[in-house]
């Protein structure tokens, strides 16, 4: 990756469209002044903490989890730090995607710049390293509850800084010490609480809300350019987009979609010509309410994330100026938990209605041939991409059955209520794949049904989208592997520039 600027970890509050530009731009990181001053001076009050009393602090000089009750002696106190890191890397299932784990480095970074975590500069800067040298952990999706922080993926990350774990540096995967031999850099010693702030906060679930959030974004645009292409194609009526209706119901979601889908449209002779029809069916008429929706959603959702992007999320708290160390619970992830499993209904919703709309594309309706091809019956056209679609929509229906609301006690009965904060992460990572499938169905369904209302065009805009696209997939005028197109339509929809 080259690496085009600079972007400085400090307290400054952090936008979605900024950790955007980071991500997008290949920066390296630096630390703040502020950033550096604030850590150095939070490990300065701990390590006089441990010095001047034998007060015992929880996972700092105590046993971790049911065996809070357990004091650690001063001679130990690295030792339980390491053992801390080793005992949770249990994880199992896939692996995390790379740019989901680069963003876990990064929001750990971030976390604990804030100064409240008690840990040396040296392992904030090895992590830092890390990210600009492109070391990215090996992690596994499963074995986290979101509670107690996302521990066992945060210790898989955390592996490699002391040469242990695997990583992938620049591509390719070697050991975590061989990581650290190829860097020059020898394995940090882990001191008291930097096991524990490492393993403890949300940095894995909110990565991944943060990906599903910045995917998002572009899908709720590619849905309404898609839903005016197929309005289109199956001649549907403009009125349902009419500012005066949203007007009197002025949901922003609503009216901004409604705003688009009058945008998309313009200029459309296909829009414009007289309809035999009074009304359309739901799936088209809707498209302002559904999508609309679906937006307002997802902007709640956008809060609840960067208020946690913005946020110390590990425990104990340090808190120097106050001469305080507090134990609570900021690395419960319920407000991640809840915002995911809201966030996978609003963009499945969005899938599900993209279905209907393909479907009713190949009804044979409307003066279009059924399946949209020229000779149905010898040629079967696009009836099995809607199998496809209705087989994906119907998944999504099952990955949004809530995360939030399930908890099964753990520790000994110690972390009696846990968030699932990270299944929720990973249901919403597979229904924006599976949103994105559901949209290129539809996309490739509606180019297709244009063909046949030629000459009689769409909107200049959309026409020239499609133009472009046909360069790519061509009408269909005989069967083929149809697998070929989808795969090429998603990937001509995730680089178009909208």
Known sequence: ?????????????????????????????????????????????????????????YGINTGFGALYNVS????????????????????????VPSEVVRLMLLLKIQSLAYGFSGIRLELVERLQLFYNE?????????????????????????????GLGEVFFKGQRLSGMAALQRLGVKPLVLQAKEGLALLNGTQFSTAYAVWCLLKAGRLLHLADMTAALSHDAFDGHLSPFDERIHRIRPHAGQQQVA????????????????????????????????????RDAIGHTREVVLTEVNSVTDNPNLFPDEDAILS????????????????????AEIGSISERRTYQLISGTR?????????????SGLMIPQYTAASVASQNKQLCTPASVDSIVSSNGQEDHVSMAANAATKAYQVVNNVSTLLAIEWMTAAQALEFRRPLQTSPALEGIVARYRNLVPRLETDRVLHDDIQTTIGFLNELAI
């Not at 074995?143 to 955390?158: I, T």
């Not at 945008?263 to 498209?287: M, N, T």
């Not at 003066?367 to 040629?379: D, E, N, Q, S, V």
């Open 72 to 95: 650690i002696s001063p001679e130990d106190l690295s030792e339980l730090q390491h053992n801390l890191v080793k005992s949770h890397a249990c994880g199992a299932g896939a692996e």
């Open 328 to 347: 609570g619970g900021n690395f419960h992830a319920q407000p991640i938990a809840l915002a995911l499993d809201y966030l996978a209904i609003a963009l």
């Open 1 to 57: 990756m080259a690496i085009n600027q600079l972007h400085t970890i400090s307290p400054a509050y952090l936008s979605l469209d900024h950790l955007a530009a980071i991500l997008h731009s290949g920066a390296a990181l630096t630390l703040s002044e502020e950033s550096i001053q604030r850590i150095n001076h939070c490990h300065q009050y701990l390590t006089r903490k441990l010095a001047q009393a034998d007060t015992p602090f």
């Open 367 to 379: 003066g279009l041939p059924a399946f949209l091809t020229p000779r149905p019956g010898l040629h």
């Open 259 to 294: 705003a688009g889908m009058r945008k998309w449209l313009e200029g459309s002779a296909l829009a414009i010509r007289p309809k035999a029809h009074v009304q359309d069916p739901y799936s088209f008429r809707c498209v302002p309410q559904v999508h609309g929706a679906s």
């Open 134 to 162: 492109q070391v990215y952990p090996v992690i596994y999706q499963q074995g986290s509850l979101g509670a107690s922080g996302d521990l066992a993926p945060l210790a898989h990350l955390s592996l490699p800084l002391i």
